[in-house]
């Protein structure tokens, strides 16, 4: 009899350690880092994870057995784990959640090793007469095969995973792998976003530009850890340099992730991918179906794919030979989860990529100004396409002064006449129009004509949207809605004023001004239907629409080559709002809208209206010039003090109790500063407590805190010094007290 064996199992839940079982002899062979087990904690049985061996003598107390294996073989691979650990750590995240985040979810489904038996078994049951361990064991299989679980129920007899291995030498019995699940699942065929079928398409020849950016990085490939940052402007043909990049690497046997940004469908990039590399790509999105997820891991895991591609998740991918990770749009904000383990896939694309010894290659026309600030400081290796394929010019975009337009009345409030003629010559020249707005409802300022109060959400801080096809007014942060026949619940006044404009107002004033034109409305209250997104981009690509109205979900990774005309109603939406970082959205958004016109043969028009026509955000739109804007910003960023010059930390407190929120969000804020004074004077600075920005939400009431640091592992000190000395004011019953690492969205 071997000495038992002890294993290190994370366990999904928010606990912070890890834990060790023992595993009976009949798993012993089997058991290896990555395979799930079933496992009894506390007085709950759940699914873990196999970290790894263990020595017993790290742990003192009762050491429990495990109940189960799930897994045959490891469900992801051993060298994942150094990955997960410095995920756990950096996030301050449980790394069994975290591990639970990385697989696909609802993962339900498990491969099975059944065992059956041969005629040779068969034989071996009549020739002998003792009733030995073997004789059980084939017994027990005449009637049906089992697993190695079964057969331990079946024969009565402790069924050591060894001796099955040594019987099926010895020809008695045979094993084979089987998917187990909760329901069956079919493939899909491959199909591109507007349910097409991909046609496989070869290599485009490189521009001089393209080839020039392709051998710099083939010159780094396989040579160790690189990041690059790969700056083209929109049209300039990023994706196919990825693609040349990704052929040079799965040539070599590596494997690639190819990370896009979250949007409804599947983008631009994967239908181009998918045509290119075939069955040898596997996409991992959150839109697949739990069996379809599974079944594109395994693809991964049992080496059928070389290439992963996905929004934010992709990045878990469980390769062990990685050549390259590609982050498409690496400046778009979606790759940072709002949930609670809060992960920027970005920035972990190029963790993943150095522990695996591999490139990360991060492509924008906008990048964002904490990766071209690595530039500049020599972290990354910056590269650029300044032009256009096929020499297409950048679109023309004349800037409307919407200050000067304060006497116009009514329509000519915001489709000003400049634009007005621009969509009517559009519309001579049989062109698609794109008005962007990124509002939509109908009006988002409704106030009492009498006593002039807003009508405001009940379960919010914010005002509520008229959404006038509905007739209701809705509540954009919780979904809240009341008939929009409700009277003001201040004074009870029946007269409502509607100020303000959305998606559905302008779309209500373009069917008036232009009767003849087929227009489309693309935002969240247009796509509620399941598959109504596709009917929508299926009318734009075949030219059953004249004027496309939309918010940003239009803006991103769609290549409309008609579409020679876009008006930005109002750029200034997201320019006043109190965070550090709307310049850059803003400047971001509008270059990436504008940059949706001209993507064909014909030049491109962009009419830009605006309050601010002077402001350094909205003049480097115009040129698609995000150095310019860079050179602005940073001034300001390094002025205060905000990343990248600095680090930070939010602690967020939440309670529908609104004396619990303030006095759990004073007493953490105390901890800070206590600690702060005690440990880093000099490189920690603390903002807060202080109410949210939207200080209510869904009848939660919202504190938060800001801890700066200078420098990046004092500040991870602090934090992790902070939130386990202090579990105790962290864990007050009735409040959420959590922490962003990284935060983005700090109102
Ligand atoms: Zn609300
Ligand atoms: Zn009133």
Not at 376 to 389: A, D, H, M, N, Q
Not at 414 to 420: A, Q, V, W
Not at 590 to 619: E, S, W, Y
Request: proline residues 4%; aromatic residues 10%.
């Amino acid at each position: 009899m071997n000495s038992p064996l002890y294993i290190e199992v994370a366990v999904p839940f928010p606990v912070y350690n890890t834990y060790i079982y023992k595993v009976s002899e009949q798993y012993a062979d089997l058991i290896a880092p990555g395979v799930r087990v079933f496992v009894p904690f506390g007085s709950k049985r759940t699914t873990g994870y196999v970290l790894g061996f263990a020595n017993k003598k790290e742990f003192k107390g009762k050491i429990l057995s495990i109940l189960d294996m799930l897994d045959a073989k490891p469900i992801f691979p051993k060298s994942m784990l150094p990955f997960f650990r410095w995920a756990s750590d950096y996030y301050i995240y449980p790394i069994g959640e975290v591990i639970k985040t990385a697989l696909p979810k609802k993962i339900d489904f498990y491969e099975q090793t059944f065992f059956s038996i041969t005629d040779a078994g068969k034989k071996f049951i009549k020739n002998n007469k003792n009733l030995s361990t073997k004789k059980k064991i084939l017994n027990a299989l005449i009637k049906k095969d089992l697993t190695i679980k079964g057969l331990q129920a079946k024969s009565g007899a402790s069924v050591p995973a060894s001796l099955l291995y040594s019987m099926e030498k010895q020809g008695f019995l045979e094993k084979y792998s089987e998917i187990k699940g909760k329901s069956s699942f079919k493939r899909k065929i491959q199909k591109d976003r507007l349910g097409e079928k991909i046609i496989r398409d070869v290599p485009y020849p490189l521009t001089k530009e393209q080839t020039d950016v392709v051998e710099h990085i083939n010159a780094s490939l396989f040579n160790g850890f690189k990041t690059f940052l790969l700056a083209g402007v929109t049209g300039s043909g990023k994706t196919e340099v990825y693609m040349n990049i990704a052929a040079r690497v799965i040539e070599k046997g590596l494997s690639v992730i190819l990370l896009v940004p979250e949007i409804s469908l599947m983008s631009q990039v994967e239908r181009r991918f998918k045509a290119r590399f075939g069955e040898t790509v596997a996409v991992l999105h959150s839109s697949l179906a739990a069996g379809e997820k599974y079944f594109e891991w395994m693809k991964i895991l049992n080496k059928k794919a070389k290439i992963a591609i996905g929004a934010r998740s992709a990045l878990f991918a469980p390769f062990d030979n990685l050549g390259a990770v590609i982050v498409d749009e690496e400046h778009d904000t979606s790759y940072k989860d709002s949930g609670g383990f809060g992960y920027n896939a970005k920035d972990l694309a190029s963790v993943r990529a150095k522990l695996a010894n591999a490139i990360a290659l991060l492509g924008s026309a906008t990048p964002s100004v904490a990766s071209y600030y690595n530039v500049i400081s020599s972290k990354y290796t910056g590269l650029y396409l300044k032009e256009r394929v096929k020499k297409r010019a950048l679109p023309n975009v004349e800037i409307i002064d919407m200050r000067k337009k304060r006497d116009l009345k009514g329509i000519n409030k915001f489709i000003t006449p400049e634009l007005k003629l621009a969509i009517a010559d559009n519309l001579k020249l049989k062109k698609q129009t794109l008005l962007f707005l990124n509002r939509r409802g109908f009006a988002n300022l409704s106030i009492c004509a009498q006593c002039a109060s807003p009508l405001r959400c009940k379960q919010c801080d914010i005002s509520l949207t008229l959404h006038q096809k509905d007739n209701v007014y809705r509540c954009h942060l919780c979904g809240y809605f009341q008939s929009a026949n409700a009277v003001c619940n201040v004074c009870g006044n029946r007269s409502i004023k509607k100020l303000g404009f959305g998606t559905e107002k302008i779309e209500a004033v373009i069917s008036k001004l232009f009767p003849n034109a087929k227009t489309i409305r693309i935002d969240k209250d247009a796509t509620k239907k399941k598959g109504s997104l596709v009917t929508l981009l299926k009318r734009i690509k075949n030219k059953k629409a004249d004027i496309i109205i939309g918010t940003q979900m239009i803006a991103k990774g769609h290549d409309f080559p008609d579409i020679t005309l876009v008006g930005i109603i109002c750029a200034d939406i997201s320019l006043n709002f109190p965070d550090f970082r709307a310049g850059e959205q803003t400047f971001q958004l509008l270059a990436q809208v504008a940059g949706r016109a001209g993507r064909g043969d014909l030049k491109g028009r962009v009419i830009l209206q605006t309050f601010n026509p002077a402001h350094f955000a909205i003049l480097s739109a115009k040129e698609q010039d995000f150095i310019k804007f860079y050179n602005q910003d940073i001034v300001f960023r390094k002025g205060l003090n905000y990343p990248p010059f600095s680090r930070l930390i939010q602690i967020k407190i939440e309670s529908k109790n609104k004396e619990k929120a303030a006095k759990t969000a004073y007493s953490i804020g105390k901890l800070c500063k206590n600690l702060m004074k005690k440990t880093a004077k000099d490189s920690i600075e603390i903002l807060g407590p202080v109410e949210s920005p939207i200080a209510k939400i869904a009848s939660m009431f919202r504190w938060q805190i800001l801890v700066k640091g200078t420098n990046s592992s004092t500040l991870r000190l602090f934090a992790n010094k902070l939130f386990f000395d202090n579990q105790k004011a962290f864990k007050v019953s009735g409040v959420k007290a959590t922490i962003d690492v990284d935060p983005i969205f700090m109102m």
